[in-house]
C-alpha cells in the first residue's frame, strides 16, 4: 500500500538549500473539481525553495497548492504558489513557485536568527508529528460522503432532527403571527384615512341656484379701481365647498380676470349659507359660485 508514496519520496531530487525545523500553523489551498478547499496544517521545516508540513488532507504529487504561514516574530505572512513534491500518508513536502525576493529574504532573515540563537526549536520528533496529524485530523470537517459522517448514533440524528423541526414550525408561527399583525394594523390604519378621507372630500353636489337661495348673509365685492381704469368687465366662477355650518370652508377659481378673481374669492369668503341637510343632518356640500362684474 506505501510503493507509491515510497517511490514519490524516492525520486524526489537533492535538496539544494538545508531545512530548518519549525513548528508554526499552516493554511494549503487546494483545488477540489475546480472549488477551492482550505486544508489546515503544520509547518514542520522550511528552507528558501520549500517546506515540509503535516497536512489534514489528501494530495497528489505534481498538484499545485497555494501555502500560507507566519514566521515566528515577523509582522508579514509568507504566501506563496507551490508544488507538491511527495506525499507520505499526512506528510508531505512543497516546493516554493515564482516566491518574491522579499518573502525569500524573510525567509533567510528568520533561519538566521535561528542559526544564531542558541534557544532554537528542535526538529519534531516522529511521535509529535504523528499526535499533530492525528490532531489536525480530528479537527478537519468530515465529506459529506464520508463513512466517518455516518457513524453517528441514529437516536442522536433523530433526536436532533425532531429539535430542528420544531424549532422551524416555532419561527413558522412566529412569522406567521407578525404578519397577521402587520396586515390588521395596516388594513386599520388604512380604514381611517379612508373614513377621513371620505368626511372631508365627499361633499354633495348642489346646483348653483339651490345654494343662492340658502344666501343668509352676502357680501357683495369691491370693484378693483385698476380694473374700473382698465374698463375690465367678466364674470368670474368659484368652485365652493360649503361647510355643515353654512361657512365658506374652501374657494378655487375656475375662470375670471386675475384682478376680479381677487377681488370676488375675498368678498365670497365671508358669505354664509344656511345649513343643507341631508337625511335631516346638515352636511357639506360642493357647488359654484358666480360673480358678475359690470360698469354700469
Same mark, same amino acid.
Given at each position: 500500500?506505501?510503493?507509491?508514496?515510497?517511490?514519490?519520496?524516492?525520486?524526489?531530487?537533492?535538496?539544494?538549500?538545508?531545512? !530548518? =525545523?519549525?513548528?508554526?500553523?499552516?493554511?494549503?489551498?487546494?483545488?477540489?473539481?475546480?472549488?477551492?478547499?482550505?486544508? =489546515?496544517?503544520?509547518?514542520?521545516?522550511?528552507?528558501? $525553495?520549500?517546506?515540509?508540513?503535516?497536512?489534514?488532507?489528501?494530495?497528489?504529487?505534481?498538484?499545485?497548492?497555494?501555502?500560507?504561514? /507566519?514566521?515566528?516574530?515577523?509582522?508579514?505572512?509568507?504566501?506563496?504558489?507551490?508544488?507538491?513534491?511527495?506525499?507520505?500518508?499526512? /506528510?508531505?513536502?512543497?516546493?516554493?513557485? %515564482?516566491? +518574491?525576493?522579499?518573502?525569500?529574504?524573510? #525567509?533567510?532573515?528568520?533561519?538566521?536568527?535561528?542559526?544564531?540563537?542558541?534557544?532554537?526549536?528542535?526538529?519534531?520528533?516522529? #511521535?509529535?508529528?504523528?499526535?499533530?496529524?492525528?490532531?489536525?485530523?480530528?479537527?478537519?470537517?468530515?465529506?459529506?460522503?464520508?463513512?466517518?459522517?455516518?457513524?453517528?448514533?441514529?437516536?442522536? /440524528?433523530?433526536?436532533?432532527?425532531?429539535?430542528?423541526?420544531?424549532?422551524?414550525?416555532?419561527?413558522?408561527?412566529?412569522?406567521?403571527?407578525?404578519?397577521?399583525?402587520?396586515?390588521? !394594523?395596516?388594513?386599520?390604519?388604512?380604514?381611517?384615512?379612508?373614513?377621513?378621507?371620505?368626511? $372631508?372630500? *365627499?361633499?354633495?353636489?348642489?346646483?348653483?341656484?339651490?345654494?343662492?337661495?340658502?344666501?343668509?348673509?352676502?357680501?357683495?365685492?369691491?370693484?378693483?379701481?385698476?380694473?374700473?381704469?382698465?374698463?375690465?368687465?367678466?364674470?368670474?366662477?368659484?368652485?365652493?365647498?360649503?361647510?355643515?355650518? %353654512?361657512?365658506?370652508?374652501?374657494?378655487? =377659481?375656475?375662470?375670471?380676470?386675475?384682478?376680479?378673481?381677487?377681488?370676488?374669492?375675498?368678498?365670497? /369668503? +365671508?358669505?354664509?349659507?344656511?345649513?343643507?341637510?341631508?337625511?335631516?343632518?346638515?352636511?357639506?356640500?360642493?357647488?359654484?359660485? *358666480?360673480?358678475?362684474?359690470?360698469?354700469?
Amino acid at each position: 500500500m506505501s510503493a507509491a508514496p515510497s517511490l514519490a519520496l524516492e525520486s524526489t531530487p537533492q535538496r539544494g538549500f538545508p531545512r !530548518h =525545523p519549525i513548528a508554526v500553523p499552516l493554511d494549503l489551498i487546494a483545488l477540489r473539481s475546480g472549488v477551492p478547499e482550505t486544508l =489546515p496544517g503544520r509547518c514542520t521545516d522550511i528552507a528558501e $525553495a520549500g517546506l515540509g508540513a503535516v497536512i489534514a488532507g489528501e494530495l497528489a504529487v505534481g498538484q499545485q497548492v497555494a501555502v500560507e504561514l /507566519r514566521l515566528p516574530n515577523l509582522g508579514l505572512p509568507v504566501r506563496a504558489r507551490a508544488v507538491v513534491r511527495y506525499q507520505s500518508r499526512f /506528510r508531505c513536502g512543497i516546493e516554493f513557485v %515564482g516566491l +518574491s525576493a522579499q518573502q525569500r529574504e524573510m #525567509i533567510r532573515y528568520w533561519i538566521y536568527r535561528c542559526e544564531s540563537d542558541p534557544l532554537a526549536p528542535k526538529v519534531e520528533s516522529k #511521535i509529535d508529528e504523528r499526535k499533530a496529524a492525528i490532531n489536525l485530523v480530528a479537527s478537519a470537517p468530515l465529506k459529506a460522503d464520508s463513512p466517518e459522517s455516518d457513524a453517528a448514533p441514529r437516536r442522536q /440524528r433523530k433526536h436532533r432532527i425532531r429539535i430542528g423541526r420544531s424549532g422551524l414550525l416555532l419561527l413558522t408561527l412566529l412569522a406567521l403571527s407578525l404578519l397577521a399583525l402587520v396586515v390588521w !394594523h395596516w388594513q386599520r390604519t388604512w380604514n381611517e384615512l379612508e373614513s377621513r378621507t371620505q368626511s $372631508a372630500d *365627499a361633499r354633495l353636489q348642489v346646483s348653483p341656484e339651490t345654494m343662492e337661495k340658502r344666501i343668509l348673509t352676502k357680501v357683495d365685492p369691491v370693484y378693483p379701481e385698476e380694473a374700473r381704469a382698465a374698463s375690465t368687465e367678466g364674470l368670474v366662477v368659484l368652485d365652493a365647498m360649503i361647510a355643515p355650518d %353654512g361657512s365658506v370652508e374652501r374657494l378655487r =377659481p375656475l375662470s375670471g380676470n386675475d384682478l376680479l378673481v381677487r377681488s370676488a374669492t375675498e368678498a365670497v /369668503r +365671508s358669505w354664509k349659507f344656511e345649513p343643507y341637510l341631508s337625511s335631516g343632518k346638515a352636511v357639506g356640500v360642493e357647488t359654484t359660485i *358666480a360673480v358678475d362684474f359690470r360698469l354700469n
